[in-house]
C-alpha cells in the first residue's frame, strides 16, 4: 500500500531552526509537496521537489532523497507566525496527490 | 500563481436539508479538480476526484449519491452534500490543478460545514 509519515507534532523555540521529517513509500513517485495549513484554513502551498537536493526558498528549505524515500522541510529563524500544520504529500504515478497526516508545530517564546 | 475560489466559506444548515459547495477556478482552465474532506486534526482525505464533462470518481466508502459531484465547464465544479446529517459536519476542501503547471495544487479558501 501506499504511506507517508511524518511525525504527528513538534515544539520549537522562535528563533530556532527545526527539520520535519517525511518519509514516503508510495506507486510511483512524481514529485513530493510541503503544504502549510493554519487551522481552519485551506492548505497554502511551500515547496516541490522532484529531484534529489536541497531547495532553498527563503526561511524555509526542502530537501529530497528518492532512493531513500525521505524529505525534509527546514524552517530556520522560526517566528510566531509559522505555527501551523505543515502536511507532506507525494504525486504518485497516477498524478494522485497521497497526504501524510500533518505535523503540528508549535512555537513557544 | 492561479487562484482557486470556494464558495461558501461557512454554511450552517438543518439536518435533511441538501448543501452545494462551489469550487472555480479563475485565471486558467482545470480540466480535473478534486475535493476533501478534513476532520478536525486530521489530515486531508480525497472524496473524489471531478472531470470536465464526465462522472466524478469518487474513492472507496464515499457515497456517491449523497455527496453528489458536477463538473460542467472547465472552470466550475459543484459538491452537494444532500439530506445532510450531523455527522457531514466538516471542512470540506476543493483544489484543481493548471495543466500547464501539472506540480502545485492549488486549493480554494475551503468550506466549513455545520449541521444541526
Known sequence: ?109 | GAVVSQHPSWVICKSGTSVKIECRSLDFQATTMFWYRQFPKQSLMLMATSNEGSKATYEQGVEKDKFLINHASLTLSTLTVTSAHPEDSSFYICSARDPAVNTEAFFGQGTRLTVV
Open chain 1, 1 to 109: 500500500g501506499q504511506n507517508i509519515d511524518q511525525p504527528t507534532e513538534m515544539t520549537a523555540t522562535e528563533g530556532a531552526i527545526v527539520q520535519i521529517n517525511c518519509t514516503y513509500q508510495t506507486s510511483g513517485f512524481n514529485g513530493l509537496f510541503w503544504y502549510q495549513q493554519h487551522a481552519g484554513e485551506a492548505p497554502t502551498f511551500l515547496s516541490y521537489n522532484v529531484l534529489d537536493g536541497l531547495e532553498e526558498k527563503g526561511r524555509f528549505s526542502s530537501f529530497l532523497s528518492r532512493s531513500k524515500g525521505y524529505s525534509y522541510l527546514l524552517l530556520k529563524e522560526l517566528q510566531m507566525k509559522d505555527s501551523a500544520s505543515y502536511l507532506c504529500a507525494v504525486m504518485d504515478s497516477n498524478y494522485q496527490l497521497i497526504w501524510g497526516a500533518g505535523t503540528k508545530l508549535i512555537i513557544k517564546p
